[in-house]
């Protein structure tokens, strides 16, 4: 191992990093400045020596990965990004020829529009690879990274042809070790044998409250060490030598993912090192210069770089991720000559873009009474879609069996640490891990799904959140959707899942009705390329609309539309549903009819795809002068305001569920037909009380 120690320019380049993080927290007057100036040195070797990437090309396919897990450190990655020049590149993939992050940007950390925001945050400044902040999220992430790095080689690596081995690196502190989900997702790196997959965990025994001893005292290396994890230690951070060490057992071990725990002082040489003072607050004028001085620094100079600083980053990590991209493209080229049809793969998949044919062998389900479940009819369009598609893959979180997300065709197996070839995961229970991993598989540009439970969203849901909030395409898949799955009772009886999933800004959650909306629904879905979507499946048998009598499931596309109509007439009444309700609205309207009331049932499968819809259309479906209007959900009401108005009912759920069959649940919560129609004439009632009156 030939291990070379540092000389003069690196000790300045780290001294440039640290007082780059110093003047940019000093100038917004927030931030973290401790973390960044205790793991300066290990960030700085990590880019210059080991990690494969060009800056020139940041979204570069088999580039390493460097994760900042400890998001409130964010101003040690404005610094990277801006001292190796990573250029900036847009939602077309195009490399736009500015840096991504200026000085001016770092002289405006944390302000409005400054590429250098608060936390790391992915699509907003290019070299950032996943949004952190909330800790154990990146760590978390880097694991579907990895696994995606493993799967992609395994398919498209072949004799003389590596495109695929993208190592992944985390960089992580004592929150993100405490966080469950770390716990959740290194068991699973562990078992998948994840080797090219190395956090480096930075233990300054100080997090906010104080320091560790306060509540976090166990070995966390033994704990590593159990899960099956090559671990390795490093006493000093400043020990460059020794950090340089850990890097190459990592890159030596070949069959487990690494920690490499790194003893680091928080604060290094500022006058609040080694206390929780170097959290949150600046280090103050006075504060600036001493740690200036301390770190041989000219104490009033302000964002400086001196000469030689940007060379020498282009010299090493720049120099070094050219070289490789270079050997990558050239490599790249000559496999499509040998491999076309793998190589055309690989360029639809960095696009998100679909082959040809994907939604082919979609079946279309003939109207059926008895119907069947929208999970069942889901496993059935997912499987005739993912055997067109062959990097959406995925798992559940030990439901398969209940949530029908098994891919089953031939070659689909299990992606294990013998075999990454298939294309079914098991995360095991292990909710957040697997939406998380999910997250790291999108972020690589495959299309990941991952299934659970309904009423288990909740466990996921800091993962499904932030797969919002970086706009990528992972697919949620939820069963078991309401008080509909009977027995099991109110633990597993979601009722206000579904209004905190639509409160998600740019969450995509679809509720279909029938099996032919399930299939419209992922005729909606697989095409996104910067949505994530969640499907809010049933349990329990639905009936298959008879379409020749109602309209097209193909209205699902515009996320509501108006599936019976009330005969040639206006409204009198409009019933709304979603799911299973909407056969129930059905239902009433048969009732109302016979009464001579004319009501219209539109089924609403997302409403986020409605609300984008032009005003002309949603007036369509929801005419604003019937204001006799019914919302049906077997869940909160708390969103169906806005859709029935002030003279509008909804028939929802104001409590926990309980445990009994589906049939007596029904009657007890309100709803049958019978109670549905009621409603409805009640509203008619009270619309025709005056409001409604002609002037
Ligand atoms: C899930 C989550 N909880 C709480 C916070 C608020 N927070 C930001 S930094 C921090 C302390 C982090 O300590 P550590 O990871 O040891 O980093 P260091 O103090 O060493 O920089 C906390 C609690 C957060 N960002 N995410
Ligand atoms: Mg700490």
Redesign the pocket.
């Known amino acids: 191992m030939a291990t070379t120690t540092t000389t003069e320019l690196d000790e300045l380049c780290i001294a440039t990093i640290r007082t780059l993080c110093i003047d940019a927290i000093q100038a917004a007057n927030s931030g973290?400045p401790?973390?960044p100036i205790g793991i300066a040195p290990l960030t700085y070797l990590l880019w210059q020596r080991f990690l494969r990437f060009d800056p020139a090309d940041p979204i570069w396919p088999n580039r390493d990965r460097y994760v900042l897990s400890?998001?409130?450190?964010s101003a040690l990655l404005w610094s990277m990004l801006h001292l190796t020049r990573v250029q900036a590149v847009d939602s077309d993939y195009e490399i736009l020829g500015r840096p991504a992050v200026l000085l001016e940007d770092l002289r405006r950390f944390r302000q409005l529009d400054s590429r250098a925001p608060g936390h790391p945050e992915y699509r907003w400044t290019s070299g950032v690879e996943t949004t952190t902040?909330?800790?154990?999220a990146g760590v978390a992430t880097s694991v579907g990274m990895a696994v995606a790095s493993r799967w992609l080689g395994t398919r498209y690596n072949r004799d003389g042809y590596t495109l695929f081995d993208f190592d992944v690196y985390a960089q992580a502190?004592?929150?993100?070790m405490m966080?469950g989900v770390a716990s959740e997702a290194a068991s699973f790196a562990a078992y998948q044998g994840l080797s090219n997959l190395c956090w480096i965990y930075?233990s300054?025994r100080?997090?906010?409250e104080g320091h560790t001893d306060i509540t976090f005292t166990e070995d966390v290396a033994a704990r590593f060490t159990a899960y099956g994890w090559n671990v390795t230690s490093v006493p000093d951070a400043n020990d460059v030598e020794e950090v340089e060490r850990a890097f190459h057992d990592f890159k030596a071990e070949h069959s487990r993912p690494t920690l490499i725990v790194v003893h680091s002082h928080?604060g290094y040489g500022t006058p609040v090192e080694d206390s929780p003072k170097a959290?949150g607050e600046p280090l103050g004028p006075e504060g600036v210069k001493a740690t200036k001085r301390f770190l041989g620094w000219p104490e009033d100079a302000e964002f400086l770089v001196p000469d030689g600083v940007y060379e020498h980053f282009a010299d090493g990590v720049g120099a070094r991720g050219r070289q490789a991209h270079e050997a990558w493209e050239a490599t790249l080229e000559e496999y499509r000559a040998s491999h076309p049809g793998l190589a055309e793969e690989i360029e639809q998949m960095q696009r998100r873009e679909l082959p040809d044919g994907w939604d082919a062998e979609i079946p279309t389900f003939p109207a059926d009474a008895k119907g069947v479940a929208t999970r069942d009819s889901s496993g059935q369009v997912l499987n005739a879609v993912a055997r067109r598609v062959p990097w959406l893959l995925g798992g559940a979180a030990d439901l398969a069996p209940s949530t029908k997300t098994r891919l089953t065709f031939d070659g689909a197996g299990d992606v294990g640490p013998d075999d990454g070839s298939g294309r079914n995961f098991h995360f095991g229970i292990r909710e957040h891990a697997a939406a998380s991993i999910a997250n790291g598989m999108a972020v690589s540009k495959l299309r990941p799904f991952w299934s659970s439970f309904l009423i288990f969203s909740d466990y996921a849901r800091g993962a499904i959140r932030l797969s919002a909030l970086m706009e990528i395409p992972v697919i949620h898949i939820f069963s078991h959707d309401s008080i509909g799955l009977g027995e099991d009772g109110p633990t597993h009886q979601p009722v206000e899942q579904l209004a905190s999933l639509r409160a998600i800004p740019g969450l995509l959650v679809f509720r279909p009705a029938d099996a032919n909306e399930v299939a419209e629904t992922w005729r909606c879905v697989m095409p996104l390329q910067h949505d994530p979507a969640v499907l809010v499946l049933s349990r329990q048998a639905l009936p298959t609309f008879d379409r020749s009598a109602l309209a097209p499931a193909s209205g699902v596309a515009r996320g509501a539309y108006v599936l019976a109509d009330a005969g040639s007439g206006a409204p009198d009444v409009i019933l709304i549903a979603t799911g299973s309700e909407v056969a129930l609205a059905l239902g009433a309207r048969d009732q109302l009819a016979a009464e001579g009331i004319m009501a219209r049932v539109v089924s609403m499968p997302c409403s986020e795809l409605f609300d984008r819809q032009p005003p002309a259309y949603r007036d369509e479906v929801l005419p604003p002068r019937v204001m006799a209007r019914v919302a049906i959900e077997q869940a909160s009401t708390l969103s169906w305001h806005r859709y029935v108005g002030d003279d509008g009912a909804i028939v929802g759920m104001h409590t926990f569920g309980a445990s009994a069959p589906l049939k007596e649940l029904v009657t007890k919560f309100g709803f049958t037909p019978d109670a549905v129609a009621d409603v409805a004439r009640e509203r008619l009632v009270a619309a025709g009380s005056g409001r409604e009156e002609a002037p």
Do not use: K
């Not at 902040?133 to 154990?136: E, Q």
């Open positions: 973290h401790g973390t400890s998001g409130h450190a902040g909330p800790l154990g502190g004592d929150g993100c966080e930075d300054n100080v997090t906010i928080i959290h």
